[in-house]
């Protein structure tokens, strides 16, 4: 059964953050005081992704919004795969290492916007951009190539964003909204 947007999450958010710290540490990195934001459906740049410096889907990439057993972390080496999943209990293969359940399931409401306070909405699509100030894609997509606007490109899936802050500085104008 799939929650409205408008339900609130019973997710126990600090044990997630305990969760990812120790994994943080099993990576030789230092802890995090708080969850990171992140960008919706994004596999690198969501908190869970942002917070372990890894790609966050499924090695086959099915059931990516249940939050279930198949929900992975892809990390660059598989020695990170093995310590990271050493340090929480469950399986690695190759660069793969299976997420914890609290994880895996605050990984998918993060996907479906149950955790409002950590979207990152600096950061746009180019399309989202495009709705958004009402100029045409190619116009954005523009402004990007020719390096008038900061952008971050995720390696994993492809994915340009724009900062929202800057599309101001090429002429586009923002709305209100």
Not at 17 to 29: M, Q, S, W, Y
Not at 113 to 135: N, Q, S, Y
């Amino acid at each position: 059964m799939k929650r409205s947007k408008l339900e609130k999450s019973g997710l126990d958010l600090k044990a997630a953050l305990a969760l990812i710290n120790r994994g943080r540490k099993a990576l030789k990195l230092r802890p995090l005081a708080a969850l990171p934001i992140g960008i919706m459906d994004d596999p690198e740049e969501c908190p869970l992704g942002r917070a372990l410096k890894a790609g966050i889907g499924t090695k086959d990439q099915e059931c990516v919004y249940c939050g279930c057993d198949k929900t992975t972390a892809h990390m660059d080496t598989p020695k990170q795969a093995q310590a990271l999943a050493k340090a929480w209990g469950t399986a690695s293969e190759d660069i793969w290492v299976t997420v914890p359940f609290l994880l895996a399931r605050f990984n998918a409401e993060h996907k479906r916007g149950l955790h409002p306070e950590l979207i990152d909405r600096e950061w746009l699509t180019v399309e989202e951009a495009a709705k958004l100030t009402g100029c045409p894609e190619e116009t954005i997509q523009k402004a990007v190539q020719g390096g008038l606007v900061p952008t971050l490109t995720t390696a994993q899936c492809g994915e340009t964003y724009v900062r929202r802050s800057s599309l101001a500085q090429v002429g586009v104008a923002m709305s209100t909204e």
